[in-house]
């Protein structure tokens, strides 16, 4: 045997952005996500989204960290930073660049603003400086042209898909005005790049999906397939995050909030497993996960006293 050691037929994630502490929803994701690499005997790495160093929060990198530790993830070899990865997403850019895809954008936040709310059947970017900047405009991102352009995935969880780019998601930025690369660029071509099969992830995401598609497409590189799992709800409607003020996870209570994970994802895990060890409560999820137990909505309310 040449001692090389054998790729997994499955690769899943779980991408975090260091913007806060890690909540209820954030543990949905990185549960579902988990135990769906688990049962297909696969490996579950863990990517850090920095790109946007302006919204990071002091210390939430290594909070982040110590938080899947204590609630009993185990990832598959080194933690991986997107904020590593700049050189690859220039290289892409200017393969997109060649392939003629991409043009840049005049447009100031107020401008495309004006032009969503002038059109309230199709919010999105009108494609205005798609023909070329006009006269003394100069450039403040970079777009990638979806003009034609039509996406349809089969979702793991969410069923069948269809995008018509230019009306639904309409020319996304791939370059901010501050020269950061952007979310849809840099998870479309780490994700293919870092050979991930599947990605399970909040239905918050799941229009960023034919975006990302796109970006691998163009990139020539291989889509993996997508599940997006329900996101839960406060009381108000609004989904649990940090800035609708979620409450930090507690490794404290470990055991409580991943048994209310896996009832929230439908395992219906035994109540008394809510007093057991949190690795009885891994070891039940590991032998019972099963997808087709959980509801096929997009979001569910979620109320309990760890949220209040």
């Not at 939430?60 to 997403?89: C, M, N």
């Not at 006269?135 to 003009?147: D, K």
Request: with cysteine.
């Amino acid at each position: 045997m040449s001692g090389r050691r054998r790729q997994p037929t499955y690769r899943g994630r779980f991408a975090p952005s260091p913007t806060g502490a890690l909540h209820f929803g954030s543990l949905i994701a990185a549960t579902g996500s988990y135990l769906q690499a688990r049962s297909r005997q696969g490996e579950w790495c863990l990517r850090i989204d920095d790109i946007d160093p302006p919204r990071e929060a002091p210390g939430a990198r290594d909070t982040i960290l110590k938080t899947l530790a204590g609630f009993g993830f185990e990832w598959d070899g080194p933690v991986t930073y997107q904020s590593q990865h700049a050189d690859i997403y220039a290289e892409a850019l200017i393969t997109l660049q060649d392939k003629g895809l991409v043009y840049p954008c005049a447009c100031s936040r107020k401008v495309i603003a004006q032009a969503q709310a002038a059109n309230t059947q199709n919010p999105v970017y009108p494609g205005t400086c798609r023909r070329g900047l006009g006269p003394g405009q100069s450039a403040r991102m970079l777009r990638i042209n979806t003009e034609g352009v039509v996406m349809e995935f089969q979702d793991l969880l969410q069923g069948k898909h269809r995008y018509v780019l230019e009306t639904t998601q309409g020319d996304f930025v791939v370059r901010r005005a501050d020269g950061l690369f952007a979310y849809q660029l840099a998870t479309g071509i780490d994700d293919a790049m870092q050979g991930m099969t599947e990605v399970i992830r909040g239905s918050d995401l799941l229009d960023t999906t034919p975006c990302q598609m796109f970006i691998q497409q163009a990139l020539d590189l291989k889509s993996p397939t997508y599940g997006h799992l329900p996101v839960a709800l406060n009381s108000n409607g609004q989904k649990l995050s940090k800035q609708t003020h979620a409450r930090p996870l507690d490794i404290r209570q470990a055991v409580v909030q991943l048994w209310q994970a896996l009832d929230f994802l439908g395992q219906k895990p035994a109540k008394d497993l809510r007093e057991s060890s949190l690795k009885t409560l891994w070891e039940w999820a590991f032998a019972n996960w099963h997808t087709n137990n959980i509801t096929r909505q997009t979001t569910i309310e979620f109320s309990d006293i760890a949220q209040h």
